[in-house]
């Protein structure tokens, strides 16, 4: 989140800068315009973020340490900007209330203080209703209650939202601020977010990483997961690393969800996904897609890649959160790599949920990994304290969060290593 605090101490820095030597000595009027000003640049420059982070640059995913990071930051940035929106709404509307109330009386204008200008009067109305349209934004995308193709294509409103709140932000900067730290950073933001909401809006985000693909081979297992093989061109498979995931688009109308690669078949030129049915369009799938079946992927995406070896380490799986570490037993078979100092629990509710079993047992006599299945209904939870953990233990986690949240009770939170994805 430091990114978020940079980003927020910048703005109110530029703002800062901008202030006139006597505002200490200024009334309520000149400190709401400020409180305008500062609500506004802040919540711009965090829509832009907003926007750039929305195009997935492999650059910014990389140094954040992954796209679940990514996400986060996302998230917490829109959070923040809405509440900037809101408070920029409610300092625009301060006056009027308060001359309604008795409370404030306001003097008469200044002659020539303001020359009619059409537009600015529909940059002002450009920012009323874009703030409505915001605020019912952001409540749908927090709530989660649209399927989520729907969703994916009310998103992109944002950009269009974000369009108008750059001419908004832009057309109304005073000429005396234009200038300044405070006018540069709002030309700066409503440009690069209005270049991103337009890349977003040609449909653009990815396509440097997407690559047309084939299913070659569906295969069902028990516990409703489905293995989709797909046949890629090779550039795919030389930036994939065991572990990653990608966006796979099956359907156009749907959009791309991300799923585990567990595996590469070099020879085939293919990678194989491995779908549980956990929401709405995953158990339809079945079904639905076929071999032979054109398909588009994207990515790889994601840093839980198989890490160097280095002495005693845990990997600790629950549910469909086994396979990342499948394919990082698949990885060390193919490198012809040995891993005795690592211990793989599988816990799941009961027997009939594991998945890729014989597999398993297979991929731990030729990788040294020990594995352990951890049967909730025999065993009870995995115990931490069964663990030898020391200052210099390693583990690694992917399952539901209510689990994480559990471990990172006895294991120190630099220890632990997993993405912020919730299974639902």
């Known amino acids: 989140m430091r990114y978020l605090f940079l980003l927020l101490l910048i703005s109110l820095s530029c703002w800062g800068l901008t202030l006139p030597l006597d505002a ?11 409180g305008v000003q500062l609500t506004g640049i802040l919540a711009l420059a965090l829509m832009g973020a907003l926007m750039l982070m929305a195009t997935r640059p492999a650059w910014l995913e990389q140094r954040l340490g992954g796209l679940d990071h990514l996400y986060q930051l996302h998230k917490w940035s829109g959070i923040t900007a809405g509440s900037m929106v809101l408070l920029h709404w409610l ?9 309604d109330w008795g409370l404030l009386e306001l003097g008469p204008r200044p002659a020539g203080a303001h020359v009619p200008d ?12 874009c703030f409505y349209a915001m605020i019912l934004f952001m409540i749908v995308s927090l709530v989660k209650v649209l ?9 992109k409103v944002g950009a269009v939202l974000f369009l108008l709140a ?3 932000s832009i057309y109304l900067l005073p000429d005396a601020t234009r200038w300044t730290p405070f006018g540069l950073l709002t030309l700066i933001a409503g440009v690069l977010g209005s270049l991103a909401a337009l890349w977003s809006l040609f449909g653009l985000i990815g396509r440097p990483r997407r690559y047309p693909g084939q299913i070659i081979e569906i295969r069902e297992h028990d516990g409703n997961v489905l293995e989709l093989e797909v046949v890629l061109p090779t550039d795919f498979q030389d930036e994939y690393l065991p572990g990653q995931f990608a966006l796979l688009t099956l359907h156009k109308e749907e959009g791309s969800h991300p799923f585990t690669i567990v595996r590469e078949d070099v020879q085939n030129g293919s990678i194989i996904f491995a779908i549980k049915a956990l929401g709405d369009y ?11 079946d054109e398909v588009t992927v994207e990515g790889p995406y994601g840093r839980f890649v198989l890490p160097e070896s280095g002495g005693q380490e845990y990997w600790i799986a629950g549910g469909i959160g086994i396979t990342p570490f499948l394919a990082w037993l698949e990885g060390l078979v193919a490198e ?3 891993r005795p100092g690592a211990h793989l629990y599988y816990c799941v509710n009961n027997r009939q949920e594991i998945l890729f079993a014989e597999r398993l047992q297979q991929l731990s006599k030729q990788t040294g990994v020990k594995v352990t299945i951890v049967d909730r209904e025999t065993d009870g939870f995995l115990d931490p304290s069964r663990l030898d953990i020391d200052e210099d233990t390693r583990l690694w986690f992917c399952g539901p969060k209510g689990m994480r949240d559990m471990l990172l009770k006895h294991v120190p939170a630099s220890q632990l290593h997993y993405e912020q994805f919730d299974f639902r």
Do not use: C, D
């Open 24 to 34: 200490m000595q200024q009334g309520f009027l000149f400190w709401r315009n400020q």
């Open 91 to 99: 300092l625009t509307k301060s006056p009027r209330w308060l001359v």
């Open 118 to 129: 059409v537009w600015r009067g529909i940059a002002k109305e450009v920012g009323e209703y």
């Open 147 to 155: 399927p989520y193709g729907r969703f994916r294509q009310i998103h």
């Open 166 to 168: 750059a001419f908004h």
């Open 282 to 292: 995953t158990r339809q799938l079945i079904g639905q897609v076929q071999e032979g």
């Open 336 to 338: 012809g790599y040995h």
